[in-house]
T-cell receptor
Framework: NAGVTQTPKFQVLKTGQSMTLQCAQD?????MYWYRQDPGMGLRLIYY???????DKGEVPNGYNVSRLNKREFSLRLESAAPSQTSVYFC???????????????FGDGTRLSIL | RKEVEQDPGPFNVPEGATVAFNCTYS??????FFWYRQDCRKEPKLLMS???SGNEDGRFTAQLNRASQYISLLIRDSKLSDSATYLC??????????FGTGTQLKVEL
């Protein structure tokens, strides 16, 4: 049981390049999330998907787009990478839809992204 | 005031000590509370949920004080392996999720 799988684990981009971070979960969870973690800032929610077919903005959505491809997969896209997007990105999932935020989250092991 | 606040530490304690840290929150409508553990360069992992009546899991005790708007995590008989950053997560009204910035614990010989 792999849980939440993120790819790639590391990536270096040049300013202006685009890329997509992939996330898949095999726990049959309905809700999925993308966070970024920066020193002194903690985990900040970028986007989330409470259920298949829905996505919503979190605290810091600017510069990002997401796609909930199916129940298992939730991707995060940087259309034009900026140095301010250098961070560690975590995908997470939780079980339910209604009151999804009241449930514990399971995290992938992160993507370390550097924008030069 | 930040929605969720934690003392960043580090808390340096000897092995076998008891240590406690708090996480304060500003939204009185907050509904759900969790403690996560994060090892260096790893993902956060759920340590325990925090229930209104308080709950215990082995050496770990979590408590909620709604009147003063904070949760606490107590670790008894600290082990070297407890060294990590402890993050709180608070769910506010309207499904808003907020993590604290974490408290670093270092358990020393």
């Amino acid at each position: 049981n792999a849980g939440v799988t993120q790819t790639p684990k590391f990536q270096v981009l040049k300013t202006g390049q685009s890329m997509t971070l992939q996330c898949a979960q095999d726990m049959n969870h309905n809700s999925m999330y993308w966070y970024r973690q920066d020193p002194g800032m903690g985990l900040r929610l970028i986007y989330y998907s409470a259920s298949e077919g829905t996505t919503d903005k979190g605290e810091v959505p600017n510069g990002y787009n997401v796609s909930r491809l199916n129940k298992r997969e939730f991707s995060l896209r940087l259309e034009s990478a900026a140095p301010s997007q250098t961070s560690v990105y975590f995908c997470a999932s939780s079980e339910g839809t209604v009151n999804y935020s009241n449930q514990p989250q399971h995290f992938g092991d992160g993507t370390r992204l550097s924008i030069l | 005031r930040k929605e969720v606040e934690q003392d960043p530490g580090p808390f340096n304690v000897p092995e076998g000590a008891t240590v406690a840290f708090n996480c304060t929150y500003s939204n009185s409508a907050s509904q759900s509370f969790f403690w996560y553990r994060q090892d260096c360069r790893k993902e956060p992992k759920l340590l325990m949920s925090v229930y209104s009546s308080g709950n215990e899991d082995g050496r770990f005790t979590a408590q909620l004080n709604r009147a003063s708007q904070y949760i606490s995590l107590l670790i008894r008989d600290s082990k070297l392996s407890d060294s990590a950053t402890y993050l709180c997560r608070i769910t506010g009204g309207g499904n808003k999720l907020t993590f604290g910035t974490g408290t670093q614990l270092k358990v020393e010989l």
